[in-house]
């Protein structure tokens, strides 16, 4: 693996970070990664992953950080409840999104204009852990199709696979040794282009969405060596919980 020279500068919390992070990765994984120049080494862009476990945000954070860009992500706000975490959090620009609420459009708007200033902005599509029963890529949110749109900036996807392995979806603890083999891989920009051509209506919308919700698949098809199923899991129709552990039941479900 070539590792690209960082661009801009890192600051406290990206190197207080790296530091950290990349230590802790290397003594309990293995990685391959593929492709990752395929990130434009400059300038606006979206990274979009799929996200089967809670160690995603560092891994890519890796995968993006070892390929020269800083990565900005759209994180959900009750990370930033605590003051310490909050600052280092900030420090490093990262976006907290209010889920499920009217104050999501606050981080669009952020978003939008972190890669107008030419940030390398990281997105989950899904909005969460996926539900998929078998960890494949599910039903996408807007958010990233909505922010290449009203941007026109390159969107990336990025698979991987192998995170759950050491820590799967919700579980209490990780699975530390033997070391796991983590895989990712950056693929060509989505085609947009026709689509921010044309009027953005909800249609245009969800077309670029499925459009990117494709592209990951496909790579995490191929990281797999395995057949998705014929369509995405949708936790709405499924009467899955959007957010939060599906398996976890509150006082509410309780009585």
Excluded at 4 to 13: F, P, T
Excluded at 25 to 35: G, L, N
Excluded at 63 to 84: E, I, Q, T
Excluded at 163 to 182: D, G, M, N, T, V
Aim: hydrophobic share 40%; glycine share 8%; charged share 25%.
């Amino acid at each position: 693996m070539r590792v690209r020279k960082l661009e801009g500068r890192r600051g406290w919390a990206f190197t207080l970070g790296a530091a950290i992070v990349k230590p802790a990765a290397w003594a309990v994984t293995r990685y391959t990664w593929i492709d990752g120049e395929k990130i434009p080494p400059t300038g606006g862009c979206i990274v979009v992953a799929n996200h089967i476990s809670h160690l995603d945000p560092f891994l890519v954070a890796h995968f993006v950080y070892d390929h020269g860009r800083l990565p900005r992500y759209l994180a959900k706000s009750s990370v930033f409840r605590n003051k310490a975490l909050a600052g280092f959090l900030r420090s490093a620009g990262q976006i907290p999104v209010e889920r499920l609420t009217r104050s999501a459009i606050g981080a669009y708007d952020a978003a939008v204009e972190a890669v107008h200033d030419g940030e390398c902005v990281v997105v989950y599509p899904e909005g969460t852990l996926t539900r998929d029963p078998d960890l494949w890529p599910m039903a996408g949110k807007s958010g990233a199709a909505r922010i290449a749109l009203a941007t026109g900036c390159p969107v990336i996807p990025l698979g991987h696979w192998g995170a759950q392995e050491l820590l799967y979806p919700y579980a209490s603890k990780p699975r530390l040794f033997p070391r796991k083999h983590i895989v990712m891989k950056a693929g060509d920009p989505v085609p947009l282009d026709d689509l921010r051509a044309a009027p953005l209506t909800a249609e245009t919308v969800t077309a670029a969405t499925e459009r990117i919700m494709t592209a990951l698949t496909d790579i995490v098809t191929e990281l797999r060596g395995e057949t998705p199923p014929a369509q995405r899991f949708d936790p709405r129709k499924a009467g899955v919980k959007p957010i939060g552990n599906p398996n976890k039941r509150n006082k509410k479900d309780a009585k």
